[in-house]
């Protein structure tokens, strides 16, 4: 079991950025697909972005596409946050999946941090 601990959450105002970072430890990471998930009050958990073992592949929630980067260095997982708006303040997740599959349903992925709370004021 991978043990994973997200950081970089705040309170930031429209239009400004964020880096969350999510280190990953426990086994052997670098098989694992990585992934950013996040739920805001009363709503259910969503995909955000997700990244294959060699990095070599990405994909988004249309939401957050051309202002969320996803990337992977060794025992770590980023999500760049540029344009941010009040509509994407919410607990932020990082998963992992031991088999190295992408997938944007949560109930996918076996493994998570405790999340990083992130708040974008108007």
């Known amino acids: 079991q991978v043990q994973l601990v997200e950081s970089g959450g705040g309170l930031v105002q429209t239009g400004d950025s964020l880096r969350l970072s999510c280190s990953a430890s426990?086994?052997?990471?670098?098989?694992?697909?990585m992934g950013w998930f996040r739920q805001a009050p009363g709503k259910e958990r969503e995909f955000v972005a997700a990244i294959s073992t060699s990095g070599g592949y990405t994909t988004y929630a249309d939401s957050v596409k051309g202002r969320f980067t996803i990337s992977r260095d060794n025992a770590m997982v980023y999500l760049q946050m540029n344009s941010l708006k009040p509509e994407d303040t919410a607990v932020y997740y990082c998963?992992?999946?031991?088999?190295?599959?992408?997938?944007?349903?949560?109930?996918?992925?076996?493994?998570w941090g405790q999340g990083t709370q992130v708040t974008v004021s108007s």
């Open positions: 998963a992992a999946r031991s088999d190295g599959t992408v997938f944007t349903t949560s109930s996918r992925w076996g493994s």
């Open positions: 426990g086994r052997t990471f670098s098989a694992d697909a």
